[in-house]
């Protein structure tokens, strides 16, 4: 069954380097999403991503957050600065598309730890 | 807006004990509801969901019936199991919008 990747399984990074999460979405699927789950804490909406462009972006996606495909497979968010409060665990999800409920296919997490 | 509230955990209960957690939603439009499961290390999976009123969503002895009239879409199982411990979320996700609310997990331990 198709699945969506992503690497790496856990990053630790120093306050103020920037990171790059990637994810491999399924392959036919049209939207791409990016959530956070900030330890003990509910799953947040980040971006949406069709067409290459952001659809949707939530106040937590500020300056610092960007997001790419740049091949056409790969699916990749970056923060340029880190800070601390940017630890959490990052998932990637995506959706064939066609109707508003579609299910979301989530990937297994990149857990981010900011020093 | 739209809101997801589940109840609080953690859930302790021991195995073939019946289990009930409970999901209330607020949302505009007619959205999908869902229940995903995480095991311990593990990402998001889909456990079941429902797509409009009274429609009933089951999977793995797992049954949640979409109540439109009390806003609520409890997830019910009859007998678990020590591989059923994971922390459990409610979600919506509507036609009118792009993404997933998500509930704040609740986190069920059972006991063998």
């Known amino acids: 069954e198709p699945e969506v990747t992503q690497t790496p399984s856990h990053q630790v990074t120093q306050m103020g380097q920037e990171v790059i999460l990637r994810c491999v979405p399924i392959s036919n699927h049209l939207y791409f999403y990016w959530y956070r789950q900030i330890l003990g804490q509910k799953v947040e909406f980040l971006v949406s991503f069709y067409n290459n462009e952001i659809s949707e972006k939530s106040e937590i996606f500020d300056d610092q957050f960007s997001v790419e495909r740049p091949d056409g497979s790969n699916f990749t968010l970056k923060i340029r600065s880190t800070k601390l409060e940017d630890s959490a665990m990052y998932f990637c999800?995506?959706?064939?598309?066609?109707?508003?409920?579609?299910?979301?296919?989530f990937g297994p997490g990149t857990r981010l730890t900011v020093l | 807006g739209n809101s997801v509230t589940q109840m609080e955990g953690p859930v302790t209960l021991s195995e073939e004990a019946f289990l009930t957690i409970n999901c209330t939603y607020t949302a505009t439009g007619y959205p999908s509801l869902f229940w995903y499961v995480q095991y311990p290390g593990e990402g998001l999976q889909l456990l079941l969901k429902a797509t409009k009123a009274d429609d009933k969503g089951s999977n793995k002895g797992f049954e949640a019936t979409y109540r439109k009239e009390t806003t609520s879409f409890h997830l019910e199982k009859g007998s678990v199991q020590v591989s059923d411990s994971a922390v459990y979320f409610c979600a919506l996700h509507g036609r009118n919008f792009n993404k997933f609310y998500f509930g704040s997990g609740t986190k069920l331990n059972v006991k063998p």
């Open positions: 999800a995506s959706r064939i598309g066609g109707t508003g409920t579609d299910t979301q296919y």
